[in-house]
């Protein structure tokens, strides 16, 4: 009796049309984030700061 309503209730669900959407589209006139110019120079003060800080580590001063 068990089996039969499990049965039925997959097969209801399984019949069941579902609509999903996916529009990414928020009315925002088409710019999205990453294609502003800031953005970009955001990023590159950034990887200038880690880089100039990974290459500024190396160099110690040795005072006598």
Do not use: C, P
Request: net charge positive; no cysteine; charged share 10%.
């Amino acid at each position: 009796m068990l089996t039969h309503l499990m049965v039925a209730i997959a097969l209801l669900a399984q019949s069941t049309a579902v609509k999903v959407d996916i529009n990414t589209n928020k009315g925002g006139g088409g710019t999205m984030w990453y294609s502003t110019w800031w953005f970009w120079v955001l990023v590159g003060l950034f990887a200038l700061i880690v880089i100039i800080a990974i290459t500024s580590r190396s160099k110690t001063v040795v005072r006598d």
